[in-house]
């Protein structure tokens, strides 16, 4: 099992940049797919990106592409979402998420088994 923490997010303005970052323990972060998605109020829970196994090949939604950007520390078992350009539809409830996945990123959350808490990231027009 994994369990994950989600910190970083916070209010900025828009064109600003945060980086959230999710800390892992339990088994090595190495071991999963990890993704970050994100829920709007009133909207359903979308994918943002994810990354595969031992940091294999990412993904990212066309919302975010050129704008986010995902990394992981498997010496820190941490995996993180920088975020630049924000805008006010940025804002959400960011998640961070794993998986036992293989292959190409998904971004069904099904497919995702642990999740974080959330951290709130408001964009200010």
């Known amino acids: 099992q994994v369990q994950l923490v989600e910190s970083g997010g916070g209010l900025v303005q828009a064109g600003g940049s945060l980086r959230l970052s999710c800390a892992a323990s339990?088994?090595?972060?190495?071991?999963?797919?990890t993704a970050w998605f994100r829920q709007a109020p009133g909207k359903e829970r979308e994918f943002v990106g994810g990354?595969?196994?031992?940091?294999?090949?990412?993904r990212y939604a066309d919302s975010v592409k050129g704008r986010f950007t995902i990394s992981s520390d498997n010496a820190k078992n941490t995996m993180y979402l920088q975020m630049n350009s924000l805008r006010p539809e940025d804002t959400a409830v960011y998640y961070c998420a794993a998986g036992r996945v293989v292959g190409v990123v998904t971004t069904a959350a099904t497919a995702y088994g642990y999740w974080g808490q959330g951290t709130q990231v408001t964009v200010s027009s």
């Open positions: 339990g088994r090595t972060f190495s071991s999963y797919m």
């Open positions: 990354i595969g196994r031992s940091g294999g090949s990412t």
